[in-house]
């Protein structure tokens, strides 16, 4: 197999996990009764999403927060996880 294909084939793969997994995150929202439904959450216990319009406290708390010591926090808005600069920032020194 070459190069060009493997990469391909791996960028397909990725692409489908990231659509099954947030598939599985809307209907997890989904099956809820409507006033239960709150958009944020973890699929599978493991991934954290979170579909609430973002705010401005809730970017800076994620994407800006020396107080916290993980470099990868739950992202604000969408699949997944966000890195946290104020972390990276306390490591370097800088804050």
Do not use: C, S
């Not at 993980?70 to 920032?89: H, I, K, P, Q, Y």
């Amino acid at each position: 197999m070459h190069t060009e294909e493997l990469e391909r084939r791996v960028q397909r793969a990725a692409i489908a996990a990231v659509a099954v997994l947030a598939a599985a995150a809307v209907a997890t929202e989904l099956r809820k009764p409507p006033g239960k439904r709150r958009w944020h959450g973890r699929v599978a216990g493991l991934v954290p999403y979170d579909f609430r319009p973002p705010t401005l406290d809730r970017l800076e708390r994620t994407w800006w927060n020396p107080r916290e010591r993980r470099l990868l926090v739950d992202t604000a808005f969408g699949l997944g996880w966000d890195l946290n600069f104020g972390a990276v920032a306390r490591l370097l020194g800088l804050r």
